[in-house]
């Protein structure tokens, strides 16, 4: 389930996903049917994702169904990140091929930090 949100800024237009993560997000991140057009063009062949002052590159992968997804590199940054099934992540897109991403814990809705802070 993905929600897109648009930040208007004066400068540009930023924008901003989230998603639940499932079971079957554990190894590919599948951008929905309503990301693809917004992001087309814009990603690939790989993205970097940062979260905590950290940053990790994941592998935008096109799949047989036309749609694209993380793919290397996102089981390293759900495990680096302590993601769990029904986590929210947000993706706020900070430039071609960059997010920046917040984790809320599923359960109490809290942002997770890392364990550094």
Partial sequence: MA?????????????????????DQQ???VFEDILQAEFQGELG???QLENNQKIWTVEVKLLADG????????????????IK?????????VS???FHVDIY?????CLKMSDDE
Avoid at 67 to 82: E, H, S, V, Y
Avoid at 85 to 93: A, S, Y
Avoid at 105 to 109: A, H, M, N, R, S
């Fill in 3 to 23: 929600m897109q949100l648009n930040e208007r800024t004066p400068q540009k237009n930023k924008t901003k996903f989230g998603t639940v993560i499932s079971s």
């Fill in 27 to 29: 190894s590919q991140m």
């Fill in 45 to 47: 062949p790989t993205c």
């Fill in 67 to 82: 749609l694209k997804c993380f793919d290397d590199g996102w089981q390293k940054f759900q495990t680096d990140n302590n």
């Fill in 85 to 93: 099934v029904g986590d929210v992540v947000f993706f706020h897109l």
């Fill in 96 to 98: 071609s091929n960059s």
């Fill in 105 to 109: 814990d599923g359960v109490t809705q």
